[in-house]
Every structure is written in structure tokens, then in C-alpha cells.
């Protein structure tokens, strides 16, 4: 359901675990003669041949053991989508079920010990991980209906070249990645005339991070303990599009060569300069995973006027509007309705191409998000291919993404329901395909990133409430120095130990 | 003699203050954890500091009722179950290890003692997976009962406490009865094990504890949801469910408590000493 | 009197000094061999026919089903398994294509397992020999065959450690010592990193072993964390250990009342589990944490108590949090050994005239520190191994100056980010055999040095 970043440690220490029990990773080409077979025939831009494994006869009377996100079965729409489905195959005797697992269990430590899934919904980095050890079956994604309607950047988070033969792993279905939440009702009352320059009825600070800037320091002037925009620094999945803007990277090649680590690449530490400006116009909640936490509440009792998080959380910023609303003393069905009127989630700010948040009428360059593809993949230790293939097209076709986008709020990667839904949906799709979502590398290697990045941009808000002798960050050399020591930690841990 | 008097009330001030001041220490983690549980909104940062602001059942209502995704009874009849059979079969093992390693000079005998010894000081997550491989070729993923089996034969390799207080009972008695022609199962069974019951009681309250809150294993072997213990449960809760976290733990602990409440008797006056020294 | 366990005459080995015992034992096969009579052959070519030749038809059966058994298991699996224990594996898997392949770390696995399987095979095998024997012996003097009842008796009696320990050493080979293994040979293969199944694993010498002692990166941050670790195992160890013991004495104490209520506040913690507690903690201490909301409510500024730069308190938080976690069982334990301690020896040391403290330095210190050696080595072990603490309060940080790790890491918490977190199983298994050797010999000498270990019978 969420992003990497904040798995629970728990579900960290046993993936960790059992990573190897089964998972595999590498190059996938030294087997000798095993791969020679059919599948390395390309048929023309139709995709490879997979008849060996799709025989394209559906199997009777077998039961297809679905794993979904906790929030899909929470909000009922897993519920929805098998009984649609086991209505729709009832002649063949095709049931779909709760695989009843974890949503974050590792189908490398299951799988080949026949307790997996047959049919799973998990993000980009995860099921690619799965396609070393060949874990999951290729997808004859050319023949789904879906194919035309979803963008390429997309299929390509899920693509894999084995033996010359391109692969599509998994099925996208559903776009994550940072989105603003704001609450209308703190805006100061003359937004429309003193917060609205260009007149186009969005405020100025929602528009660029130089006015959010000016906006949060007139807040906490007005009131002590009282702030502007508010957002745990060290979590990289939000804090590393800011280094992504001006020039950096996670991997090279299209996020695919690990060899070349880029979070110091271009202009990077002007991401960082941005983080720090941000961070010393809030507290040193920023510092741990305090905002994180409590944002939810604090944005309720308008203490936070905004937030970066994922489109997901939104009913639980809702309902905590809700709470504080009735608290203030109104019945439940008008405080539902206050809230939703203002609690508004929308694409991020602007960011100045300079990184000077204090500056008057900046030149303003698109802030990009990391972001990341859910979708299904098939499980290669399933009995029932051809009937878990239906069961994919049938869960990616426009109604059912169309519900699930009306349940869960998320942002399809279906052109069609983007557009018939517009907000958010369309905002996240189009920023998809202009390429300012950066998706997380569909690499092994990318586990590794996530400890040395996380130690800097923790370290990047601390300075901001050390004493000005003691500060650690104070000049561009030093912010360079801090990111290229990054780059290195991360190329330490993913190559010291490999070298064959 | 009046300030023997005084000395003895000043040492007993002292030592009902430090008494006092260490419950306090204990209590408050848990009484925070407690109030937390009751919080009404769930989230605990709309507390003033320490405590929540407003109190209701609701948490603990949800928790047994809220079952459609988090079965909270469910998890805990699980684990009472798992913790139960282990710590009845594990403490069983242990108690005999020990009173064996004590009581018997066989051969090999220090040399168990000493690879024991040695074995727990293995970093015991890099034999997960060896045991995670053992349990798919045995068939006993998603299977309570090998969880139960792990934990009670894991249980003996901790005898070595039990052998320490074995090895302070005198073995004048056992000699007595083995006069008497008692065989040495007799002996552990009609002498040794009455006298034995703090140990007992201690074992028993470690291995039932043990399984109680461990969630590397059964996460690791459990798969299914309607499998889960309370602490894998717990873990799998999202992040805006303090209160349910703060209620599901606070539940948890009663069962140890009521445990220890019903133990305490032979804990403190299993043995009266001085009846066999002398 | 101690049972002693003798397979020869009781009334001969008497007579036999004890450095010859030891002699007598391992050539009393080679001298069964030498001198057995027909039965004993008999029971050499088939296990189990010496005795039905002596009419022992239960246990000439028992022995003989454990040879069908062995068989069985052999020729069915075992021999494939041990094969299998040398290549690791031929066929890689592809599911694609539909080919099923080997899966090397479970053939690594099986295959420790047949040997286990055939050295217990050995072993049973050996002791059908030595059985028959005896019995030779015995009828040579005269005697009778021992009859099924009588040898079952045996198992209650004189071999009753025997009937004990089956079922413990049993669990623990299976589910302690062949993990144990596995580790070990695990540290000898290149398993790990990209070669991990369905890729075939090889087994690759000392490579690993190299690795580490070529790594340049490697060595500093070793230090550096063995030095803070083996300072965290003893400041802890001792912490716990006499803050339980304190507080045990404390509430032993005549003045105490309701000392079973004053008891459960620390059995209270004691209840709740370990990592809701750590979780706890760290909220505790975090900056939005209830300390520091009392801090900046006074106007100070927040402390970042668990944060990038909190090298020295952070790890005064964990001392300190480690020792609320475990104080209570060693409490508990410590009352459960006090109640059991001498009285009369109390009485007659306060006639004497000794004073609270010599009691407690003559009498009662050594008393509980005898007993409680064993447990004080296993707290040592266990902190210096502990996993969970800064996992759980400040794991997710690496410190400059360290490699991959932080400046509160245990060598535990570094072994985790270098081998779990990156898949690198070989190398994980190789520094867990480099730490596992230093921390063993460390803890068996002190072990085997101590009053409890050699002088077993003081407090009898």
C-alpha cells in the first residue's frame, strides 16, 4: 500500500531475513543451454512468444489465490473486485480469493515452497525483484486490453530485457507519489488579492515553494507553535525529489546502472539547499519521523498549514478533519462535508530555479517526485496461468480501475479513467508522462539507497537547529561533500561485498 | 537500644522510598501505555504530554469487535494457544535437562555443557533461514504446532540457570531414598521436583513469556492472517492505529500478570530452606 | 552419591583409576571386537541378531528395525542427500520453461542432515555391538541375559540421564546445532549477493575469509564496534545484573509488607512485550515525544536524544532501557534462588555480630553468584548479541566514520546491514564465525574458571 520507506520495521527485519531463501538477482544469462528455448523468438513488435506458459485454454474448477494491498481489502474494494470476477468465470468453475497473506510478503521466500500467492499486487521495485530468480511469469501484455491506455513510462517500470527478448513483469495499475495536502481554511482571508499575483485563482503559495516560504514565516510570526508547510526530512522518498530537480539521480541509465549512483549528479545540492531553507522554518520534528506521524492530527487542528505525502493517506487526513471539526461542535454530516470542502490534495509547488526560497518572482523549474507503479503480477509456481492472466485483465479492465479509483482514491495508470475522473488522478497521470515522476528503479540494488540517503537528509535537518558554530552544512562545498559522501555509501554497500 | 530502634525505622524509610521510586520507574511506561490505550482519538499526538486528553473505551471495543481486518481475538487465541503448549512442553525439558546435568556425572557431560554454552552465543538470525528451510521440507509452515516445536526443543539449550539451583540442593536426601531403593526417576519425581518449585515457576513464566511476545518466528513461519500471533499482528498494524497498538499491547500483558499473580505463591515460599540443610 | 554412568562392571571399574577409565572406554569397542564370541559378530554383520542369538527378542528387534530404518531412509534419500552435500546442485530452475532444477541451500541443508543421520546411524550401530558384548560378559560370569523389562528399567534408573536427554538433544540438534552448522558451511560457499536460488551455489574455501582480511574499509569500523560493544556487554551485564539482584534483596527485606504487589510493578513490565516496549521508548524519546514536549513546554530547547549526533546518550538511553527490560526476570530470579538459601547460616552470622553488608558480602553474594554464573554469562551473551535494542530505538542511520553502520551499532546491528540487509549470507556467516570464535573462547574461559562450573557440589 505505501511506499518503501515506511514499511514497518518488523515486516523489514523478516523480509531481510528470507531475502535469499529464494530471491534472486544478477544478469540471469549464465544458465547455459536452459534458456535457449522458444521465448528467445521475437514476433515483430508483438511482444515474445509465451505460449509455452499461456496455453490460452482457461483451467477449470482451480481457485486463484489473489495477495492485495490492506487498503483494497480494507475499504472493501478487494471484496468487490473477486466477487465481480467469480461471477463473471462461475462457468468454469474460477474462484479468486484473499491469498490472505501479508501485502508485503516476499514471493522469492514462498513461492518455490508452494505457499505463495497465484496472482499479486505490489509496487514496481518489489516485483522486479522477483524477475531475477524468474519468480513471476512474463505478462503477453500486448494482448490485454489495457495496453493502449496506459502510458509508457509506466510499462516501462516493468519491463526487463533477458536474453534479447523484452519481458513485461507485472501490469500497472495505480501511480504513487508525493502530492500537497493543504488546508483551504487557513488561508488568509485576502488570498484572492494579496496571495494570487497571477490571478488564476490558485494561491501563490500552493503555485511555488517561494511564496509557501514566505507564507509559513508569516504563520509562525503570527502565533508561536503554529506553522506553515511541515514534512519529516529524512524520508527519501519525498525529500530526494528535491535533489532529482536540479540534476540528480538515483542510478544511471535510466535508473538502471547501479555502478553510477547520482545524488550528488548536476546541481543537486541546490535540492538540498532547498531542504534545508524548508527545514529551518519548522521544528526539530522534522528531524525524526515525528511529522510523519503526527501530521494527520496536526494538520487537523491546524496547527501544520501543509504537508507532502502519498494520495493513499487521504481518508486519513479526512478523518481526522472530520474529528476535529465535530470537536468544534458540529454534527457529523456537516463536518464531513466542511472537511472535504477543505481539505484539498493537489500537485506540489513549483521550486526556484535558483534554490532561493527568500527570492521576489523567481524563475520557477517543476519540482520532481519519486514515485512508484503498483500492479499485478502472476506467480510462476501457480497451477492456473491462463486463469490468473484473465483474472489480471479482468481486475485492470476501465470499471474495475474506475472503482477502485472512486474507493481508494488513487491515481490510475489508465489514460481513460485519468482523464473520465480529472483532479488529482489526471494531475499525478500527466505529471507521469512529462516525466517530472521519477520512478523508483526496477533494480535489486535499490534496497540499498535507502539507509545512506535517510542518514544525510536527517543529518540536513538537524542542521538546521544546530548553533551557528557547530553547523555541518553551511556553504555549497560542504552540501556537496555531504551528497557525494552519500553516493559512496551507497556504491560501498551495494559493491564491497560482491566483488566475484 | 532506642537508636537501634530509630536505625531500624530510618532503614525501613529508605528503603520503602527506593521501593517506591523504582515502582515508579516500572509503573509509568506502562500506566502511559495504559492511558494511551483509553485515548479517544486514537492519534497520540493530540495528548498534553504524557497523557490523553480525553478517555474512552472505545479503542478496546474496536479491538475485539473491529475484526474484519485486524481479528485482534483471533491473534490472541493463537498465541495463547502457541504459548501455552510451549511453555508446558518446554518447561517439562528444562527442568529435567537441568536436574540430569546436575544431578548425573556421565560421560560427555562437560562437554555438553560447555558446546551449550557456546552454541547460544551464535547470532541466532543467521540461523533463521536455516530453520525457515527445515520447516518447508517438514511441512510445518502455517502449522501452529511446529512453532511449538521450535520453542519447547529450543528451550533446553537455557538449562543452565536451572542446573545452578539444582546444583544448591544438598543431595543427602536423594541418597536417603535411594537406600530406601528408590530409582532415580522416583527420586527426581517424589523429592526433587516439590522442592523445586520456584525454579519451576520461573521457567515457567520464561517460556511462557518468551513465545508470548516473540514475532520473528511466527512471522517467519506463520503466513495465513487467521494464523497470526499477537505481536505479528501488532506489527502489521498501519501507523495511524496507535490506540489499538497501545490497546492490543496493554491486553497482552494481562495474561502474564494474572500468571505471575496465581505463581507468585510458589515463587516466594516454595521452599522453606532450612527443613533440609543442616 | 552420583550415579555414574559405566557400561563395564561396576565392581571391576572400581578398581580402574580415572585417566585409565576414560582409556578403558574408548578401546572398549576395539576390545569387543577383539573378544567377542559369535553373538557379537553375529550382531557386527546384522544389527540387532547378536541379541535375538541371546533370546533378547525385544531389543534384538528394536536394534534390527532401526537397521531397516536406516536402510530405508538411505537408500530412498540419505546417500542422494550426501551426494548432494558436495555438488550443491547441477540443474538450475527455470520456471518458464517449466524445469523444476536443484535448490542448492536446501541440498546443503538435507545433505548436513543425512550426515547427522548416518553419524547417529554409526553411533547406534556401536552401541549394538557393545550391548552384545555385555552380554557376553555377563553371561561368561554367569549370568543371565538381561530380559527387555529389566533393561527398560535400566532407562528409569542407572541410564535414566539417558532417557532424559534423548528428546532435549534431539530438538536442539535439529533445530539449534544443524542451523549452527549450516551457517558455518554456509561461511565456506559463495551463497549470497547475486548467487542465491535458483542459481546454483558452489562451495568456494576460505574466499570469504580473504575478502575480509583484504578489505581496507573493514577494519577500523571493526574495531571501533567490538570496543563499544564489549563495553555495552559488561556495563549492562553488570547493571542488570545487580539492579535485579538489589532490588530482590530489597524486597526480601523484613520491613517490606505486601511484597508480592511491590513485586508486580516490575513483573508489570515485565509482561509487556520487548519490542512494544523498545517502540514505546523510542516514541518516548523522540522530538515529538512527551519528554521532549515537557522540555520545550518549560522553554527549552528539544533534545534530540536518539538523533544523528546523540552518540553518548543515546547510548545511555539504550544502558538504561536494556536494563528496565531485563531487571525484572533477573529479580524474579534472584528471589526464587534467595528463598532457598541457607537461613541458619544468616542466624548464626547475625549472633556473630555481622553487620547487613558483611551478610551480604560473606554469605549472600557468594551464595547467588554461584548459582547465578551460568546466568550471568548468558545475560553477557545475550547483551553482547543484542539485536533489538538499537534496532528498534535508532536503527536506518550510518554514521560518518563507520562503515555502514552507526556509532550505536552492535557488532550484531553492523553484521544485519553488511550481510541480511544486503543479501550477502557468505560474508554474514564468515564474520558471524570471526565474532562467534572471540565471543566463545572469552566466555568459556571465564566458563570453566568458575566456581560453579568446577566446584559444582560448594553449596550441597
Not at chain 3, 560473606?362 to 548459582?371: E, G
Not at chain 3, 550471568?376 to 543484542?386: E, T
Request: proline share 4%; charged share 20%.
Amino acid at each position: 500500500m505505501r511506499r518503501k520507506g515506511y514499511r514497518f520495521l518488523a515486516a523489514l527485519l523478516c523480509a531481510g531475513l528470507l531475502a535469499g531463501c529464494g530471491a534472486g538477482s544478477g544478469d540471469g544469462n549464465d544458465g547455459g543451454g536452459a534458456q535457449d528455448g522458444q521465448n528467445t523468438q521475437t514476433d515483430g513488435g508483438d511482444g515474445p512468444d509465451l505460449s509455452n506458459i499461456y496455453s490460452g485454454e482457461l483451467e477449470q474448477n482451480v481457485t486463484i489465490r489473489v495477495l492485495e494491498n490492506d487498503t483494497a481489502i480494507e475499504q472493501g474494494y478487494f471484496q468487490e473486485l473477486i466477487d465481480a470476477f467469480n461471477e463473471a468465470y462461475a462457468e468454469y468453475g474460477i474462484v479468486a480469493v484473499d491469498a490472505n497473506m501479508d501485502q508485503y510478503s516476499n514471493l522469492a521466500d514462498d513461492g518455490p515452497y508452494g505457499y505463495g500467492p497465484d496472482v499479486l499486487y505490489q509496487a514496481n521495485d518489489v516485483l522486479m525483484k522477483y524477475v531475477d530468480g524468474k519468480h513471476i511469469y512474463p505478462i503477453p501484455v500486448q494482448e490485454l486490453e489495457c495496453y493502449s491506455q496506459i502510458p509508457e513510462r509506466a510499462w516501462e517500470a516493468y519491463r526487463r530485457e533477458i536474453d534479447g527478448v523484452t519481458y513485461h513483469m507485472a501490469v500497472p495499475v495505480n501511480v504513487q507519489t508525493g502530492m500537497l495536502y493543504y488546508r483551504k481554511d487557513l488561508l488568509p482571508e485576502d488570498w484572492e488579492t494579496a496571495w494570487d499575483d497571477n490571478a488564476n485563482g490558485i494561491p501563490d503559495m500552493i503555485e511555488n515553494w517561494n511564496d509557501m516560504y514566505r507564507f509559513s514565516q508569516q504563520r509562525m510570526a503570527e502565533n508561536e507553535g503554529q506553522f506553515g508547510y511541515m514534512r519529516s526530512m529524512y524520508d527519501v522518498y519525498f525529500s530526494s525529489g528535491f535533489l532529482f530537480s536540479y540534476g540528480g539521480y538515483v542510478f544511471g541509465s535510466n535508473n538502471t546502472d547501479p555502478s553510477d549512483v547520482g545524488f550528488s549528479a548536476g546541481d543537486s545540492w541546490m535540492g538540498a539547499s532547498v531542504l534545508l531553507q524548508q527545514s529551518e522554518l519548522m521544528n526539530e520534528g522534522c528531524i525524526d519521523d515525528t511529522i510523519t506521524v503526527n501530521a494527520y492530527s496536526k494538520l487537523a487542528d491546524g496547527t501544520y498549514f501543509a504537508t507532502m505525502t502519498t494520495p493513499d493517506v487521504y481518508t486519513l487526513f479526512l478523518k481526522e478533519l472530520i474529528l476535529a471539526y465535530q470537536a468544534q461542535g458540529m454534527d457529523e454530516e456537516a463536518a464531513r462535508a466542511l472537511a472535504e470542502e477543505n481539505l484539498v490534495m493537489t500537485q506540489v509547488p513549483m521550486l526556484p530555479a535558483s534554490a532561493d526560497l527568500s527570492e521576489e518572482n523567481p524563475e520557477l523549474i517543476p519540482l520532481k517526485t519519486m514515485g512508484g507503479v503498483n500492479g499485478y503480477a502472476i506467480s510462476a509456481y501457480t497451477k492456473a496461468p491462463n486463469a490468473c492472466l484473465a483474472f489480471v485483465e479482468f481486475a485492470t479492465s476501465y470499471e474495475m480501475v474506475m472503482r477502485r479509483c472512486e474507493l481508494l482514491g488513487i491515481a490510475p495508470a489508465r489514460s481513460d479513467v485519468a482523464e473520465n475522473r480529472g483532479g488529482t488522478s489526471e494531475m499525478i497521470y500527466q505529471k507521469l508522462e512529462e516525466g517530472n515522476v521519477v520512478l523508483m528503479p526496477s533494480v535489486t540494488e535499490v534496497d540499498q539507497i535507502w539507509t545512506p540517503a535517510q542518514s544525510f537528509f536527517s543529518d540536513l535537518a538537524k542542521d538546521a537547529f544546530r548553533e551557528p558554530g557547530e553547523k555541518k552544512y553551511d556553504d555549497p562545498e560542504k552540501l556537496k561533500a555531504g551528497l557525494a559522501q552519500v553516493d559512496q555509501q551507497i556504491h560501498d554497500a551495494i559493491f564491497t561485498l560482491s566483488g566475484q | 537500644m532506642k537508636s537501634r530502634k530509630t536505625l531500624r525505622f530510618m532503614d525501613s524509610v529508605v528503603t520503602h522510598m527506593i521501593l517506591i521510586a523504582v515502582c515508579f520507574i516500572f509503573l509509568f511506561p506502562c500506566l502511559w501505555l495504559i492511558l494511551a490505550s483509553f485515548s479517544k482519538s486514537g492519534s497520540i499526538y493530540s495528548f498534553d504530554g504524557f497523557f490523553p486528553s480525553e478517555y474512552s473505551f472505545d479503542t478496546f471495543r474496536m479491538l475485539f469487535t473491529d475484526t474484519e481486518m485486524y481479528n485482534y481475538p483471533r491473534w490472541f487465541r493463537n498465541t495463547l494457544f502457541i504459548a501455552t503448549m510451549s511453555c508446558l512442553i518446554g518447561t517439562f525439558l528444562v527442568i529435567l535437562t537441568a536436574y540430569t546435568m546436575s544431578r548425573f556425572k556421565f560421560r560427555g557431560r562437560k562437554a555438553i555443557m560447555k558446546t551449550t554454552l557456546v552454541l547460544g552465543m551464535f547470532p541466532s538470525f543467521m540461523g533463521m533461514i536455516a530453520v525457515y528451510i527445515i520447516m518447508t521440507q517438514f511441512g510445518l509452515i502455517n502449522k501452529m504446532w511446529g512453532l511449538i516445536l521450535i520453542y519447547s526443543s529450543g528451550a533446553p539449550m537455557g538449562y543452565l540457570t536451572q542446573k545452578g539451583f539444582f546444583d544448591t540442593i544438598p543431595g543427602s536426601i536423594d541418597e536417603a531414598a535411594r537406600i530406601d531403593g528408590a530409582t532415580n526417576f522416583q527420586v527426581f519425581l517424589k523429592i526433587n521436583l516439590p522442592i523445586s518449585m520456584p525454579i519451576i515457576v520461573y521457567t515457567a513464566l520464561t517460556s511462557f513469556v518468551f513465545p508470548w511476545s516473540d514475532f520473528i518466528l511466527p512471522k517467519l513461519l506463520l503466513k495465513e492472517k487467521d494464523l497470526y500471533t499477537v505481536a505479528v499482528g501488532l506489527m502489521s498494524l498501519g501507523e495511524t492505529e496507535f490506540a489499538r497498538f497501545a490497546a492490543g499491547s496493554v491486553f497482552i500483558a494481562v495474561p502474564i500478570v494474572i500468571l505471575y499473580f496465581c505463581l507468585m505463591r510458589f515463587l516466594v515460599d516454595g521452599m522453606t530452606a532450612g527443613a533440609v540443610k543442616g | 552419591m552420583r550415579i555414574k554412568n559405566r557400561t563395564e562392571n561396576p565392581q571391576k571399574s572400581v578398581r580402574v583409576s580415572k585417566a585409565n577409565k576414560k582409556k578403558m572406554q574408548s578401546e572398549s569397542l576395539c576390545t569387543a571386537v577383539k573378544n567377542g564370541g559369535k553373538q557379537v559378530r553375529a550382531s557386527m554383520c546384522l544389527m540387532g541378531l547378536g541379541q535375538l542369538l541371546y533370546k533378547q527378542i525385544g531389543k534384538g528387534i528394536l536394534y534390527l528395525c532401526v537397521l531397516v530404518l536406516a536402510a530405508f531412509y538411505f537408500v530412498k534419500r540419505g546417500f542422494a542427500d550426501i551426494a548432494g552435500l558436495f555438488t550443491l546442485g547441477t540443474k538450475e530452475a527455470d520456471t518458464w520453461l517449466g524445469i523444476e532444477g536443484d535448490n542448492s541451500v536446501v541440498m546443503l541443508l538435507m545433505g548436513i542432515l543425512s550426515v547427522i543421520a548416518a553419524l547417529c546411524f554409526i553411533l547406534c550401530y556401536i552401541s549394538n555391538i557393545k550391548d552384545v558384548y555385555e552380554t557376553q560378559k555377563r553371561v561368561e560370569r554367569g549370568g543371565k541375559p538381561a530380559t527387555f523389562r529389566e533393561d527398560l528399567q535400566q532407562f528409569l534408573d542407572k541410564k535414566f540421564y539417558k532417557t532424559v536427554l534423548f528428546l532435549p538433544i534431539l530438538g536442539v540438534c535439529v533445530f539449534n546445532i544443524l542451523p549452527i552448522i549450516f551457517m558455518i558451511a554456509i561461511a565456506f560457499t559463495n551463497y549470497g549477493g547475486t548467487i542465491v536460488p535458483p542459481k546454483l551455489v558452489d562451495w568456494v574455501g576460505f574466499n570469504n575469509f580473504v575478502k575480509l582480511a583484504t578489505l581496507s574499509q573493514f577494519s577500523p569500523t571493526f574495531l571501533k564496534i567490538l570496543n563499544w560493544n564489549i563495553i555495552w556487554a559488561v556495563i549492562s551485564t553488570a547493571l542488570n545484573y545487580f539492579a535485579g539482584l538489589g532490588l530482590a534483596l530489597l524486597l526480601n527485606k523484613e520491613c517490606v509488607k505486601g511484597k508480592a504487589l511491590w513485586r508486580a510493578f516490575p513483573v508489570l513490565a515485565y509482561a509487556v512485550p520487548g519490542f512494544i516496549t523498545l517502540l514505546g521508548f523510542k516514541f518516548m524519546f523522540s522530538y515529538g515525544g512527551p519528554i521532549n514536549q515537557i522540555i520545550t513546554g518549560m522553554g527549552n530547547k528539544a533534545v534530540g536524544f536518539l538523533d544523528i549526533d546523540a552518540k553518548w546518550i543515546a547510548r545511555i538511553i539504550g544502558l538504561l532501557v536494556n536494563a528496565w527490560i531485563s531487571v525484572p526476570s533477573i529479580m524474579l530470579l534472584a528471589t526464587g534462588l534467595l528463598s532457598n538459601r541457607d537461613v541458619s547460616q544468616m542466624e548464626s552470622a547475625k549472633i556473630d555480630g555481622a553487620n547487613a553488608f558483611q551478610q551480604f558480602r560473606h554469605i549472600t553474594l557468594p551464595f547467588v553468584l554461584f548459582s547465578t554464573t551460568p546466568v550471568l554469562i548468558s545475560q553477557f551473551i545475550g547483551n553482547f548479541n543484542n539485536f533489538g535494542i538499537f534496532f528498534f530505538l535508532r536503527g536506518g542511520l550510518y554514521i560518518d566514520g563507520y562503515f555502514l553502520a552507526s556509532d550505536t551499532d552492535l557488532l550484531i546491528n553492523w553484521l544485519y546491514n553488511l550481510s541480511i540487509n544486503n543479501n550477502y549470507y557468505n560474508i554474514g556467516a564468515t564474520i558471524s564465525l570471526v565474532i562467534f570464535v572471540i565471543t566463545s573462547l572469552i566466555s568459556l574461559s571465564i566458563y570453566t574458571g568458575s566456581a560453579s562450573y568446577r566446584e559444582e557440589d560448594t553449596f550441597r
